[in-house]
């Protein structure tokens, strides 16, 4: 008889006590050094793990590919990653918010830049030019600025001469450029003075800027449970620009994000 004492004191403790907590992953796509990606995204791992009640750890990457493969075999479930990297993933990831930031906010685009007197005006002056882009997966040093030419019939791929910056480098970019390197460049606006010190501001010009881009993306894996979405979601829009996890990220907000938001990415990567 001692053991129905025992059986309903387990029992009891087993279905009044906290469910046990779910560990999940988040990373972001390794654009910064280790140290700097862990100093960013810890207070919002922390954030998150109070709001939702589960284990929520910090995975450091240092590798693009592997960060492309870890979300889409769902080793990482929660990922923040360039608008590009969401496009590569979205089969396994859903964008649930996007990061408010800069001047625009919820956006940001590429510029073209020449020499003033490279006797550039247009996006079609380009044709048979030698450029200068930040990388083939830069959104805003290559995307931005080719989709806006795919929109006047113009084939980046064709019709001009595109080498790759050194190191992919926004500022080596401007340097071609100012050089003489290369006739024209594509680099994020948001770049066009990371240089202002060491060259003639003067001499650089901006011929177009081009299309909008949305911001990085938070997104989560579609395998998660539809109430831990939403839970994910709805704490990351109650994020105040004060909030230690917002100014870690370097950012203001979150907005909701769809996935449709991405498909001018797709079209411009030929992705869709």
């Known amino acids: ?12 403790i087993a279905f009044s006590g906290p469910v046990w907590a779910e560990t999940y992953q988040l990373s972001m796509q390794p654009r910064y050094s280790p140290e700097e990606i862990y100093r960013r ?12 009640g589960h284990t929520i750890e910090v995975v450091i990457l240092s590798d693009f590919s592997q960060y492309e493969k870890q979300l889409k075999n769902g080793s990482i479930e929660i990922g923040y990653e360039s608008p590009y990297m969401y496009a590569l993933v979205s089969d396994a990831h859903e964008a649930v918010a996007s990061a ?23 996006l079609a002056d380009l044709r048979g030019k030698k450029i200068s882009i930040a990388g083939y997966t830069s959104a805003g040093g290559y995307l931005s600025q080719k989709l806006s030419l795919m929109n006047q019939g113009i084939n980046v791929e064709t019709d001009m001469d595109i080498t790759e910056a050194t190191d992919n480098k926004q500022e080596n970019v401007i340097l071609a450029v100012y050089t003489g ?15 202002d010190t060491y060259i003639s501001v003067s001499q650089i010009q901006v011929i177009s800027r081009c299309a909008w881009l949305p911001n990085w993306t938070l997104s989560l894996s579609r395998s998660l449970p539809d109430s831990l979405k939403e839970k994910i979601a709805s704490a990351l829009l109650d994020l105040q620009t004060t909030h230690a ?11 909701y994000a769809f996935d449709e938001d991405y498909d001018a990415i797709r079209r ?5």
Do not use: C
């Not at 008889?1 to 009891?12: A, G, K, N, Y």
């Open 1 to 12: 008889m001692r053991l129905i004492p025992l059986l309903w004191l387990i029992l009891t």
């Open 41 to 52: 995204i810890t207070p919002l791992a922390e954030y998150l793990g109070q709001e939702t």
């Open 100 to 122: 408010l930031k800069g001047k625009d906010i919820d956006r940001f685009r590429g510029v073209v830049i020449s020499r003033k007197d490279s006797g550039l005006s247009t």
């Open 181 to 195: 390197d290369a006739d024209a460049g594509f680099i994020r606006e948001s770049a066009l003075h990371q240089t």
């Open 245 to 255: 996890a917002i100014k870690a990220l370097k950012i203001n907000h979150f907005k």
């Open 268 to 272: 411009a990567a030929g992705l869709n």
